[in-house]
């Protein structure tokens, strides 16, 4: 089936009216597509989407999805929407397809595809990926699980251009035929738990980002993480691993303190870990993965050296605040799961007062009582997993509640002493309290900056 007969004149139904729905919307309409758009929230929460659906005179419905989808060729869906909701079980009884907005944009792609996933660092990596490849001249969309969605970006792409993309679980769930050039997998650790209801279950999500592509495509897989590694998935691409601790049979690996590319027989030299700006393990794998997906590119490694030597990291992600009275702020909002905070922990050089909690995933929180061993001095607990979090973690460290997250950044200043590090890592899901992770991040640093202000200390916090 051509493009043109699964869009044109097709009753397409979009499912979720965030970010993703409305540019997958956006572009079915362009393509000549009807449409119906459904939202479960209320009309209080999407009332500016509302008025561009009613402005372009497209039927939509919030505040709960109705059987008017069952009408539909089939549904797009955003990836915030679970598959357990009725109407889509009704769907997929009527043999409505079910599509996500991953697997649509696809369709209207004309370059190549390079699509990070993992339980860790898809952000950091693909964002780094997309400035390597574009301090070498290619014409690069960075997108996906990360800023713009595919489908906004997809209508500027002609076949040169290449589409950096972050891919989630949830975005992996309904595709069918996509396909990238290049496929990254970080690392597997618990995560979603509470939607897929298995480890098993997510790891075999993880592995869908690989299930299309052919001989000749590529990918990536790390060589260090003991669960990746206990289930390698099949895949008709070549694949290549990346490496921290082993320098026989992978492609990028560290050999006296420096990062190294074999591709063919020829192992190229890219920098000395040490000129590398992000902090940390976990970056320098991040760097080893970005490097060998830049380099299947054929891009220069004086280039490659060049970014990785000025690239600070993304917001929200380890992102150093600077100090106030002596003390360090880290924010981690990105951190949403429980191995997030394990690394964050590893990373972070100072005594840690930590800042935790949010939705609850489904995941044991046991595993941050070893990581803060002799690390951690407090934790300060927010949202709906406190009682979870205490029950797990209470024996281990001292244990004080908040409201709020300006509450539990005040609690956690007073208690910290010049030397010492806030660290927000929350572990957890932030829609109990916020829109997402990047709002939470920037309530955290407004009131890290309300503390520079009540402190009357010259030091200064980044914004």
Request: with cysteine.
């Amino acid at each position: 089936m051509t493009l043109q007969q699964k869009v044109q004149g097709r009753l397409i139904g979009v499912v979720g009216m965030a970010r993703s729905g409305m540019a997958a919307a956006r572009l079915a309409m362009q393509h000549g597509a009807r449409l119906f758009v459904s939202d479960a929230a209320p009309m209080e929460k999407v009332s500016d989407q509302a008025a561009e659906l009613t402005a372009a005179s497209i039927p939509y419905e919030c505040g709960g999805h109705t059987e008017r989808l069952l009408e539909c060729d089939y549904l797009v869906l955003s990836p915030g929407v679970p598959l357990d909701v009725p109407i889509l079980q009704s769907a997929r009884e009527k043999g409505i397809p079910l599509f996500s907005e991953l697997e649509f944009a696809s369709w209207f792609c004309e370059g190549q595809i390079v699509a990070v996933t993992g339980s860790n660092g898809k952000t950091t990596t693909t964002t780094l990926i997309g400035e390597i490849l574009k301090a070498d001249g290619h014409d690069v969309n960075v997108c996906g699980n990360i800023g713009r969605p595919f489908s906004e970006v997809v209508q500027y792409m002609a076949k040169e251009s290449i589409a950096v993309v972050e891919v989630s679980t949830f975005q992996l769930e309904t595709i069918e035929s996509f396909r990238p050039k290049v496929a990254v997998i970080l690392n597997l650790t618990p995560d979603h738990l509470d939607r897929h209801g298995s480890f098993d279950i997510y790891r075999k999500l993880k592995h869908r980002i690989t299930e299309n592509q052919v001989a000749g495509d590529y990918l990536i897989l790390n060589r260090d993480d003991p669960e990746t590694m206990a289930e390698v998935p099949q895949s008709a691409a070549g694949r290549l691993f990346f490496s921290l601790s082993h320098t026989e049979g992978v492609a990028s690996y560290v050999e006296d303190d420096a990062l190294h590319v074999l591709l063919g027989h020829e192992s190229t030299g890219i920098i000395d870990c040490r000129d590398i700006l992000m902090p940390g393990r976990h970056n320098l794998q991040n760097a080893a993965a970005a490097t060998l997906a830049a380099s299947l590119f054929d891009v220069h490694a004086s280039i490659i050296s060049r970014v990785l030597e000025s690239f600070p990291g993304v917001e929200h992600r380890l992102e150093s605040l600077g100090r106030v009275a002596g003390v360090k702020f880290y924010n981690d909002s990105k951190a949403t799961n429980v191995s997030s905070v394990c690394v964050a922990l590893e990373a972070v050089e100072e005594p840690v007062y930590l800042i935790c909690g949010g939705r609850d995933k489904g995941s044991s929180y046991d595993p941050i009582a070893e990581a803060g061993r002799n690390k951690i001095k407090g934790l300060i607990v927010i949202g709906e997993a406190r009682e979870k979090i205490v029950a797990a973690l209470g024996k281990a460290f001292e244990v004080q509640l908040a409201a709020t997250l300006e509450e539990a950044v005040e609690a956690a200043f007073e208690a910290a002493r010049p030397g010492d590090a806030v660290l927000l890592s929350p572990g957890c899901a932030s829609f109990d309290m916020f829109e997402n992770f990047e709002e939470r991040g920037h309530v955290f640093k407004a009131a890290v900056q309300a503390l520079t202000r009540n402190s009357n200390t010259n030091e200064t916090v980044s914004n």
